[in-house]
């Protein structure tokens, strides 16, 4: 099956409200989708998040690097070699979102072709995983009342906390009164975006411990070297390397150093099959997974849960998989549901996706 042609649509959907982290903050889902057209009719379709202030790639960027570099190599080319695929993406460095988007459109078409869903393909280890919610910067009851909402209404008792304000104790404010809000029951941890120094993050670090958060996550930045190893030395809760580590060999580099103990998987920005080295590079060197969100839209969701679900270390902990909810709408045709806490992995064929052309057309930039 030979691939015919790609397509790139930039779109932009407003968020219900700002999300705020210490790296930056989003107001508009400001993506493109990726459609891969095959030669026997079958269309893969993902969805490309930019983060300029995390990877450097813009919307404009991921349709020019897909329309001028990536479509032109992959026209032509067989579906199911994907490994000389990749060999042809890996001549461009960096577009992790362009490339990743590409790599998971296959994988749909690659479903669909058998009649399987990605998740089958995978590994096929579960059809559900647990859910994380994510909490922005915000007042510390405004934050423990949205914590309480997304478990009344969608069963969600694992909430990830954004921290790495200055000063720390404003975050520690915060982490105390989710805490006494939701009791022992819930898991909390936080991710610091690099927002702290090595010494700010240790001082912290001692009262999420007797907080009960169970992860740590880029508290500083891992180019201050030695301060991170530091600082990891002493964490007695797992350090997870997010954006300092988005490549295989950075996982490695970061695991060996002593910079993380535990790494986070954004099926966003490693697609599938690189999402599946991480892990099993995890596996073999002993490090615990999370299953990330790059701020994704529904399209992006149900490829993390796809992926997450796929194997028994991707799934063990509750993944990231709800950032959605904040969208005031989407492209897809059916809406994910999230109840007693869980994601249900959609049915195939490929990752079962339709998308609705008429909100396409409605938030489509490009005409
Ligand atoms: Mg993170």
Redesign the pocket.
Known sequence: MKITAVETVPYAIPYTKPLKFASGEVHTAEHVLVRVYTDEGLVGVADAPPRPFTYGETQASIVGVIERIFAPQLVGEDVFAREWIHGLLHRTVGNPAAKSALDMALWDITGQSCGRSVTELLGGHTDRMRVSHMLGFDEPRRMADEAQRMWDTYGITVFKVKVGRRPVHLDLRVCRALRSALGDKAELYV?G?RGWTASEAAAALREFDELGMTLA??LCPADDVLGRRWLVGQSRIPF?A??SATTPAEVTRSLLDGSATAI?IKTARTGFTHSQRVLFQCEGMGAEVVM?NQIDARLGTVCTVAFGAAYAASSRRAGELSNFLDMSDDLLTDPLMITDGTLAVRDGPGLGVVIDEDKLARYRQDR
């Open positions: 991710d975006n996550e880029e997870v997010d954006e986070s990330g």
